[in-house]
C-alpha cells in the first residue's frame, strides 16, 4: 500500500537533513520525491518554504 510523508521546513538544510534521516531508515521502497519551494513576503520579512512529499511502500521485513 502506497503511503506519503510531507516535509516543510523554512531552511533547506533542515529538509535536507530531515529526508536523509528518513531515507536511511530500513523496510520502504520509495516511489516519487517530490520537491517544491516557495517564499513570500510578510510585511516585514521575507519567508522561505522548502518542502518535500515522498511516495513509499513499506517492504516486509526479511
Do not use: W
Request: aromatic share 14%; hydrophobic share 35%.
Amino acid at each position: 500500500m502506497m503511503q506519503v510523508k510531507i516535509f516543510d521546513f523554512e531552511h533547506e538544510q533542515d529538509l535536507e537533513n530531515a529526508i536523509n534521516k528518513f531515507l536511511q531508515s530500513e523496510n520502504k521502497k520509495i516511489l516519487c520525491i517530490n520537491y517544491r519551494t516557495s517564499h513570500f513576503y510578510d510585511g516585514k520579512h521575507q519567508i522561505y518554504s522548502f518542502s518535500a512529499l515522498i511516495s513509499y511502500e513499506m517492504t516486509p521485513l526479511v
